[in-house]
């Protein structure tokens, strides 16, 4: 589906254009078109396809989706894969955004996801002297922009992983933690899955040999890869972190069935030793005169009571109880 196609020169928008006239703009000294598309089909990738000349291999990545963030060159042109990232329902959506860049040109196609760059547009045309770079720093503004949205999830992460911390040493909690820790961890490796491979990928856009049409954008590209950067650093510290915790976790978790067992062993220790003195007495109260006089059943009892608190003092002083 078309969601804008506006031609620009100069750094300023010319006009709203359809399509089918974009081969008159792109051929205009200082101009590039703008087109950005959501969920586009077939069709649509075909006719602009023949509009920019786009390679076909990138327009076939393009039409099957659910790739890696990456950066390819196709001669003077660009291929982008970014992953748009949204919390939806505590968990992580991943959708998709292939940018093809040229000199002329800039084409987004969003796929599975309900963000929109309403605000890039805006904000590179609030920019002209900016603008006047071109698709390069329409590219640049798409991948701050994506960026940008991944900082509040990982700030969301933090709040996770110290929610579940305060719990870890809670009684009773191990398998809810167990539970929150991995689905934690899950959402980690989406990010993971999305930063990393999307700094290595701008970190091609600046220094050394550069694309041409990022020739006059280095320096922003390399704000955006300090940028990712320092997320894949939090990730790694929050990474480690999970991992730390589900260990601290299953500690506790074996020390819980530890102390079970061990009042389980005490109150089995108890109750065996009464039940063995009621033995004994059932079998040798006739055969002993002391137990088949008047006072033996007293005196039995009298016996099983002081050994079971003894017992129950024992255990309690070890701390089984």
Known sequence: MLINCIAYQDGRKLADIPINDIHEYINRPDCFVWVALKDASEQELETLQKEFDLHELAVEDAHQG?????????????????????????????????????????????????????????????????LKHGSGFVLYALIDAVVDRYFPIIDMLEVELEDVEGNLLAKGSARTNI?????????????????????????????????????HTQEYFRDVYDHLARMNTSIDTIREAVTTAIQVN?????????????????????????????VVWEVFHRAIPVLGGAYGYFAALAATVGACVYLHSRFKKWRWL
């Open 66 to 130: 659910h790739h890696r963030p990456k950066v390819e060159e196709y001669g003077e042109s660009l291929f982008a894969v970014l992953h748009l990232l949204e919390v939806v329902d505590h968990q992580i959506h991943v959708g998709e955004i292939d940018v093809f860049v040229g000199r002329r040109y800039i084409l987004s196609v969003r796929n599975r996801s309900k963000q929109n760059f309403i605000g890039v547009r805006d904000r590179c045309e609030r920019e002209p002297e900016l």
């Open 179 to 215: 539970e929150q820790l991995y689905d934690l961890k899950s959402k980690v490796v989406v990010m993971k899955h999305a930063v990393l491979p999307l700094m290595e990928a701008t970190g091609k856009l600046y220094g050394g040999r550069v694309p041409a049409v990022c020739t």
């Open 250 to 278: 299953l500690s506790v978790a074996t020390i819980e069935d530890t102390d079970i067992m061990k009042r389980l062993g005490a109150w089995g220790g108890i109750l065996g030793t009464a039940i063995t003195l009621a």
